[in-house]
């Protein structure tokens, strides 16, 4: 767990364990990706986390129940198919994004992505 309270953010790791979010979505088969699973995150990198959203209603309700007291907490859904859903927000100390597409998360192009990167 993360103790130390000084200028130090925790481990994303541990900021995904402090959040609950991963739990929370569980539904959605979530996918950390990016930068710092792969260890090479900067003070800027953000969490990734992409999800299944074969019920895009069902995806938003778990997230706002979850994030909706989270600093900066925004939740969007793209007008165009598959139209995705985005939120965006902070917490112990990371810039949180989720994304949610009706496709299964390894077929997006993200997780795709990742999986280059990962090699």
Known sequence: ?????R???????EAL???????????????VAGTPPLGLDLPSSDI???CHAWDPTALAAALW???ADWE????HQWRQAPRPIIARFRAHGWAFEVFGSP??????AGWRHFMVEAR
Do not use: C
């Open 65 to 67: 129940t979850v994030g």
């Open 48 to 50: 990734d986390i992409l």
């Open 103 to 108: 496709e299964p998360v390894e077929t997006q």
């Open 1 to 5: 767990m993360w103790h130390n309270r």
């Open 17 to 31: 364990a402090l959040t609950g979010l991963m739990e929370a979505l569980a539904a959605f088969n979530p996918r």
């Open 7 to 13: 200028t130090e953010k925790p481990s994303y790791q």
């Open 72 to 75: 900066g907490f925004t939740l």
